[in-house]
Each structure stands twice: as structure tokens, then as C-alpha cells.
């Protein structure tokens, strides 16, 4: 048998031909010879076919052309092959073997002329041609000979000559133009025809052979044919029965190898069944195949088996065959370009259904975001499945939400389906999903059904308020929110602009957070005003003071006409701010003020207020006599800086040893010492008394030193000055042409410089003609610049007097 990528050819015992499509249907058959055919050959355009059979008959005719060569020898002829572009003219060419190769080639007049390419080796056994080059195996080896130089380039010698060739025939086969693969015995060897570089050629072929892999097999080969970098290789196998121990045939292989330079891996085996393989020998099996298609054919006495290179189909059939639905699904997505019997939305739905039957309700669920994809219908279909197992609640996490987006009645139907068994998956879902996927009457009116049941439920009561926000009716959210107090209420105030609504709730939200409501309520003081906050907190003073608190720390003057309020809330409420309060407001009335703290006894807040009213002695009496502290009262003393207040002090302590300490430490620098101690009386005992002098000593040598050290500085500096005064006096003063007199503004120096001229130029730079300048009242010789003095800038003294 022969094979084309589009017909196979098929010889028989009977020397018939049948020409067969590739599903094996007879197309057309020859009647050849009455005996065995023995071999068949094709161009590569299929056109033109070679026949020879073993009673020596050799024909070479056209499939669709009348075009015929016949031949009789006297001898089998066991090989035929027409050159592969037979179908041109000028390659009208084939060749037979017997016991000679015999090349025939087309001449003059249509003659076919014979010539003997090769003889004296035994019979030929196998011929392929392959572009310009003829392989051919006889008794002794494989030889290769080039049909442009008709040369022979090589020969390969056969390795176990033990074998008989005609039992275990040679398989030649043809890789490429230029690789010639040869399975002789269980030897494999990959030749590989090369140029010869120009310097070694002599007498040489331009041609070599070179064999780039050789290895054994475990059993012998009956046919082999390449498979991308690999080999297909068909065994003939032999093996030991277990009942009778003794040698028999085997079912034949097929074996995938990768060739090694040494050796070979074993990819993948077949044993394949085909009839009568118990009787076959190696010799009666052959192995075709078709390049285009990647087919092969293994060709027994009875069967002919096709085999095919598993694709990507055949592997996602396996995988379902399996259950392994994740790999087959994977693999259909990594070859979607090339698979034509599977799709991957069928191979997904089966995935989903087989993780339904196991139980595996969410990762089903999970799959189905990848595999439904934006398929509307599959997804409405996929929900009602779960809906009938009880699953809902598995799928609605990963139901679609925006593109594509299902039926309203879907989303609905979920979500009824977690309002009756799960409060907060249900409140889960209504926070997630936007509220234009359902109908939201419809579930709000479901809610309230079920608040009917529990009124206190603030799961539903919080999801009810959302509900509500999506509808647009921001009041009734509110209003439950509030009621909840629950965090979002600001954020919802804010959002949609609440600010009328919450006119009359303003005592709920300063209950609920009295920090961000003042925030708020400051914030938009535009919406609600302070005079409404204020009336609104009446009632509540302690949260009308955080709000007044607060506005006045922003703004000390918006708040003004609640400032005397302010005195009384800040008494009650928050007496550490009372004194700030008093110190940075100007619009609270002081006798207002001055009542509250007297009332309640506040001394601090009274004694500022005394200061501030004018009334420091009193102020001062009340820190001696009410809070008894020496340090305060001096401090007061020292703010006050009147000499009024210190002899006050003076008198209220000089009969009180601890105060009279006190004042020796702090008086020194504000009063002198001397009219203390004189005052204090003999033989008063006064705590540290001898500390206090010594320090009054010390602070005394400390302004004498200061004194002088600032005299010495001032001396130095004066005298630094003068000297660069004097310095500056002495330098000369550049007059002339340019300059103009002060006085009649006209040209200093005169245009005829052999007369006579006066000029007085000042310090200032200030210049005068001398009959220009006004005659001084003073009799005082020294001369003052009119102008500077004038504007009162200094003096102004004459620096120089220029006379010629």
C-alpha cells in the first residue's frame, strides 16, 4: 500500500489495485496481474502510479491521463518508484528493482530508455526517491545515489547480517529532501546528506552521509515514519507462551520514540490486534503515512489499521472520560482556536453539574462567574437549578451585578430566600448589590412584614433604613437611624443634604455624638443657624454649652449675644474654660460675670475680673486673704506694676514671717529691699532670713556687674563711632559741574574758572553758594545745612568751605 494526502492505493494478493478515499471506500480499482502485487509508487501529484507484481510485470500509467508504460522481465520485480514530479515532462523517470536497479527515463520519440544504476548485491529490496535523491536497500546495505552528479554518495552497511533480508526487509523512509531514516533489524539508524566544502572534494562526491542518531530496538522493525523530531516506529514482536514456553507471535507494536544520539526514549506504546497476527511474519507488515495529515497507516495481510496523532479533542475526552472536568476545561481554553468537537461553555456546564452531584454547592457557584460568563439566560437557568437543591444562598454571592444584569424576579427571589432564614446575609446582600437590581417596594414592603414580627430587630431596622436611602426617602431613614444611632446618619446627612430635616432633631443627634453634631451643625451654619441651634438645646444646657463652647473656640465673635449665657454654662459645666473664656472675650458683661463667681466663691475668676474692672486692690486683698499665696500675689503685683499695690502688699505681709520670705526673694528687682527690712520688726523670726539677705546681696552685684559691663560696652561703641565719624569728616568731597547750589539751583562751580568763587559744602553732601546761604542769627561759628535741618535730620555742620 501507498499513501496520498488525498487517496490511498491499495495492492493484493490477487493483483488487483483498489484505489481507496481516506474512510477507506473504494474508489476505483485496476486489474493489474493475476498474482501478488508487489509494490506501489506515486508522484507527489498523485497523478501518475507505478505497479509491479511477482510475475515480473511492470507498469507505469496516468490516474486521469492516457498516458502508459508496460514492461515484462523474465524475473520478479520486487520495487517500483516513479520520480516524485513525474507528472513534468522532463522528469519522466522511474525506477524498478529486481535483481538489478533499473532507472527508465523518457527520450527521444517517447522511448523509454533502461540503464543500470547498481547490480552484483543480491536483489533490491526497497527503493524511495526523494527529490533528487534515490535510496535503495539490497543483501548488503542502504545506498544513496544523487540523480544531478549520478553518483552514488554513500553506503550503509547492514548490521546484523545473521538475519535474512527477505524475512526482516529493510524499512527505508524519507524525513525531509536531505534525512533519510533506516530500520534494518531491531538497528535504527538517521542519516543526514550533506555538501562537501570545496577543498575536500578531489575525487570526491559533492555529497556525504552523515549518521547523526543510531540506537537499537527491543524487537524488530517492520516500518517506521517521522513524527516531528520523533519516530514512529512499527515492531514486530515476538514472545514466550506461558502454557506451551515456547516462541510465538505477538500482537504488533506501536511504539513513539525520541531519538537520542545514542539511543532512544520510549514515549508511548501500543499493541494493536489485527487479524491473523499469530501466523504474520516481520515481512508482512508496512507502515504508510500521510505528511499533510499527520495519518499512519499499518498495513497487515488481512487489516488496515489507522492510526492518528492524538489532538486536543482526544485529550479532553480522556479528562471527561476521567471526571478530571477542571484539567479538561483548562486544557479546552488553552486550545479553543484548534478543538472542533468540544466547546468549553459545554465542558463548563458539565463541570458545574458534576460539582452540584458531589455536594460542592459553592465552589459550583464560583465556577459559574467563569463559565456563564454574560450568557443571561444560562444564568437564570443555573439559579433556578440551585433553587430547586436548596442552594441559593451559595450562588447569591456571585450573581452578576453589572453587566450583564438578570431579571429583577432573580435577585428578589434570593433575597427573600435569606430574609426568612438569615437576618444579616440578607442585610449583606442589600449593602452590596445596588438598588436598581430589584424591585425595592417590593422588599421594603417585605421587611416591614417581618418588623411586624420583631419590632426591636436593628439588623432590619438598619437594612429597612437602606432600603429607604436607595428609595429617596431620606426622612424615614432618619428617622431610624437616629433611633438606632447608628454611625452613617452624619454621612447621610451630608450626602443627600438633610439639613431641613433635622431642624427639630437636633437634641437626638448632639445625644447620640455631640462631637461631629457641633462639627456639623458649624459647618453649615448657612443651613441651620446658631439661633435655632441654641433655641433647639434650651432645654438641654449642658449640650447647649458644648455647642456655645466649641462656636466660640472657632470664632470668639459669632456667638457674642450668648457670651453672659456663656458665664453661667461655663460655671456649671466646665469652670477649668470659665477664666480662658473670660481672658479672650470682649462681649461679656463683667458685673455679670463678677456676680456668678463671687456667688459661687470662684477666687481666680474674681480676681481677674477685679484687675480687669480697675479694682487691683481689691483684687490683691482677695489672693492674700482668700487663696493666701505670697508667689500669686507678687506675680499680680509685678502684672500690675503699680507702686500702689506693692506697698499693700508690703503691709498685709510684714506681719506674716512666710510672706515677708517671699517678698525678699521676688521684691528685689521691682522695689527696694531697704524699705522691707527697715519695716519688718526686732526680733521677728523669719524663715531663711540669711538666705533671702544673701540673695538680695547676690541680685545686687549682679546689676552692679551688669551696669558696668553695659557702661564699658557703651564707652567702646561711642568711641568706636567717633573715631568713624572723625574718619568720615576727613574725607574730601568730589565737586563739580554736575553739582548745583541748594539755594538758586544754578551750576556749583562757575563756567569762567579764572574767577573767583565761595562754596560751602555740607556733611549731608548738601552744596550752597556762600552768598546764597541765609545769614545765622547764632554766634555760634558753626554753619547747619538748611534743608537737613529743616526736616530735622541732624545737624547737618559745614564739612568744608571751597574760596578762590
Known amino acids: 500500500m501507498t499513501v496520498h494526502e488525498k487517496f490511498l492505493a491499495l495492492g493484493t494478493h490477487y493483483g488487483k489495485v483498489y484505489l481507496l478515499d481516506v474512510q477507506g471506500n473504494i474508489t476505483q480499482k485496476f486489474d493489474v496481474s493475476p498474482v501478488k502485487i508487489n509494490q506501489i509508487s506515486l508522484d507527489e501529484s498523485g497523478e501518475h502510479m507505478g505497479v509491479c507484481s511477482e510475475d515480473g510485470k511492470v507498469q507505469v500509467f496516468g490516474l486521469y491521463s492516457a498516458e502508459e508504460f508496460h514492461e515484462t522481465f523474465d524475473c520478479p520485480i520486487k520495487i517500483v518508484a516513479v520520480h516524485p514530479h513525474f507528472v513534468r515532462s522532463h522528469f519522466k523517470q522511474f525506477v524498478t528493482g529486481g535483481k538489478k536497479l533499473l532507472l527508465y527515463e523518457r527520450g527521444w520519440m517517447n522511448r523509454w530508455k533502461p540503464s543500470v544504476l547498481h547490480e552484483g548485491e543480491g536483489n533490491i529490496r526497497n527503493v524511495k526517491w526523494r527529490g533528487h535523491l534515490i535510496a535503495w536497500a539490497n543483501n548488503m546495505g542502504v545506498k544513496i545515489l544523487d540523480m544531478i552528479s549520478k553518483q552514488r554518495i554513500t553506503n550503509v552497511p547492514r548490521d546484523d547480517i545473521s538475519l535474512r533480508p527477505d524475512m526482516y526487509p529493510c524499512s527505508l523512509c524519507w524525513k525531509d529532501n536531505l534525512t533519510l531514516i533506516i530500520g534494518w533489524g531491531n538497528s535504527v539508524k538517521i542519516c543526514s546528506v550533506k555538501e562537501r566544502h570545496a577543498s575536500e572534494m578531489r575525487d570526491l562526491p559533492n555529497r556525504y552521509v552523515e549518521i547523526v542518531f543510531q540506537f537499537d530496538t527491543e524487537f524488530y522493525i517492520s516500518g517506521l515514519a517521522p513524527l516531528c523530531d520523533q519516530l514512529v516506529i512499527l515492531s514486530y514482536v515476538k514472545e514466550i507462551s506461558e502454557k506451551t514456553e515456547v516462541e510465538c507471535?505477538?500482537?504488533?507494536?506501536?511504539?513513539?520514540?525520541?531519538?537520542?544520539?545514542?539511543?532512544?526514549?520510549?514515549?508511548?506504546?501500543?499493541?494493536?490486534?489485527?487479524?491473523?497476527?499469530?501466523?504474520?511474519?516481520?515481512?508482512?507488515?508496512?507502515?504508510?503515512?500521510?505528511?499533510?495529515?499527520?495519518?499512519?497507516?499499518?498495513?497487515?495481510?488481512?487489516?488496515?489499521?489507522?492510526?492518528?496523532?492524538?489532538?486536543?479533542?482526544?485529550?479532553?475526552?480522556?479528562?471527561?472520560?476521567?471526571?478530571?472536568?477542571?484539567?479538561?476545561?483548562?486544557?479546552?481554553?488553552?486550545?479553543?482556536?484548534?478543538?472542533?468537537?468540544?466547546?468549553?461553555?459545554?465542558?463548563?456546564?458539565?463541570?458545574?453539574?458534576?460539582?452540584?452531584?458531589?455536594?460542592?454547592?459553592?465552589?459550583?457557584?464560583?465556577?459559574?462567574?467563569?463559565?456563564?460568563?454574560?450568557?443571561?439566560?444560562?444564568?437564570?437557568?443555573?439559579?433556578?437549578?440551585?433553587?430547586?437543591?436548596?442552594?441559593?444562598?451559595?450562588?447569591?454571592?456571585?450573581?452578576?451585578?453589572?453587566?450583564?444584569?438578570?431579571?429583577?424576579?432573580?435577585?428578589?427571589?434570593?433575597?427573600?430566600?435569606?430574609?426568612?432564614?438569615?437576618?444579616?446575609?440578607?442585610?449583606?446582600l442589600i449593602k452590596e448589590w445596588p438598588g436598581d437590581l430589584y424591585n425595592n417596594t417590593i422588599i421594603v414592603q417585605a421587611v416591614v412584614d417581618h418588623l411586624k414580627k420583631d419590632p426591636q430587630n436593628r439588623t432590619l431596622l438598619r437594612t429597612l433604613a437602606e432600603l429607604y436611602t436607595y428609595d429617596q426617602r431620606y426622612g424615614r431613614a432618619l428617622e431610624i437611624y437616629l433611633t438606632l444611632r447608628h454611625k452613617d446618619v452624619f454621612q447621610l446627612i451630608h450626602k443627600h443634604n438633610l439639613f431641613s430635616s433635622i431642624r427639630d432633631k437636633i437634641v437626638l443627634l448632639m445625644d447620640f455624638d455631640s462631637e461631629k453634631a457641633v462639627d456639623m451643625l458649624l459647618d453649615n451654619e448657612d443651613k441651620i443657624s446658631i439661633d435655632r441651634v441654641v433655641e433647639e438645646l434650651e432645654n438641654r444646657p449642658e449640650l447647649q454649652h458644648v455647642y456655645l463652647h466649641k462656636l466660640f473656640k472657632r470664632d470668639h465673635h459669632k456667638g457674642q449675644r450668648y457670651h453672659e449665657k456663656q458665664i453661667s454654662l461655663y460655671a456649671e459645666y466646665d469652670r477649668p474654660n470659665l477664666l480662658p473664656f473670660l481672658r479672650d472675650s470682649t462681649h461679656c458683661p463683667l458685673e455679670k460675670a463678677l456676680e456668678i463667681c463671687q456667688q459661687r466663691n470662684f477666687v481666680e475668676e474674681t480676681v481677674y475680673l477685679l484687675s480687669r474692672m480697675g479694682n487691683s486692690r481689691s483684687a490683691l486683698k482677695m489672693i492674700m486673704e482668700e487663696l493666701q499665696d505670697v508667689d500669686k500675689a507678687i506675680e499680680f503685683a509685678k502684672e500690675q506694676d503699680d507702686g500702689e499695690l506693692w506697698e499693700d502688699l508690703i503691709l498685709y505681709s510684714i506681719d506674716k514671717p512666710p510672706f515677708i520670705t517671699g517678698l525678699l526673694n521676688n521684691i528685689g528687682t521691682h522695689v527696694d529691699p531697704i524699705l522691707l527690712i527697715h519695716r519688718i520688726k526686732e526680733g521677728m523670726e523669719i524663715p531663711n532670713l540669711r538666705d533671702s539677705l544673701v540673695k538680695i546681696l547676690q541680685d545686687y552685684n549682679l546689676q552692679i556687674l551688669l551696669r558696668e559691663g553695659c557702661k564699658k560696652i557703651l564707652v567702646a561703641d561711642s568711641l568706636s563711632l567717633l573715631k568713624k565719624m572723625h574718619r568720615t569728616q576727613m574725607k574730601g568731597v568730589l565737586v563739580d559741574e554736575e553739582n548745583i547750589c541748594e539755594s538758586c539751583l544754578s551750576p556749583i562751580l562757575p563756567s569762567d574758572a579764572s574767577k573767583s568763587f565761595n562754596v560751602v559744602v555740607f556733611h549731608c553732601r548738601h552744596m550752597f553758594h556762600k552768598e546764597c546761604l541765609p545769614v545765622s542769627n547764632t554766634v555760634s561759628p558753626v554753619q547747619f545745612c538748611n534743608i537737613c535741618s529743616a526736616k530735622h535730620r541732624g545737624p547737618g555742620s559745614a564739612i568744608l568751605e571751597m574760596k578762590k
Open 249 to 428: 507471535c505477538a500482537r504488533p507494536r506501536l511504539d513513539i520514540v525520541q531519538p537520542l544520539p545514542e539511543s532512544c526514549e520510549e514515549i508511548s506504546s501500543d499493541a494493536l490486534t489485527v487479524r491473523g497476527f499469530q501466523e504474520n511474519e516481520c515481512r508482512d507488515y508496512h507502515l504508510e503515512y500521510s505528511e499533510g495529515e499527520s495519518l499512519f497507516y499499518i498495513i497487515s495481510p488481512r487489516d488496515v489499521v489507522v492510526a492518528k496523532e492524538r489532538d486536543q479533542d482526544d485529550h479532553i475526552d480522556w479528562l471527561l472520560e476521567k471526571k478530571k472536568y477542571e484539567e479538561a476545561l483548562m486544557a479546552a481554553e488553552i486550545s479553543q482556536k484548534t478543538i472542533k468537537k468540544h466547546k468549553i461553555l459545554d465542558i463548563g456546564l458539565a463541570y458545574i453539574n458534576h460539582l452540584v452531584e458531589k455536594g460542592e454547592y459553592d465552589l459550583a457557584a464560583r465556577k459559574c462567574q467563569k463559565i456563564l460568563g454574560k450568557n443571561t439566560e444560562l444564568w437564570e437557568f443555573e439559579v433556578y437549578k440551585f433553587k430547586e437543591i436548596g442552594q441559593l444562598k451559595a450562588i447569591s454571592r456571585y450573581l452578576p451585578r453589572r453587566d450583564p444584569v438578570l431579571k429583577p424576579l432573580i435577585y428578589e427571589m434570593v433575597l427573600h430566600e435569606f430574609l426568612e432564614s438569615d437576618y444579616e446575609g440578607f442585610a449583606t
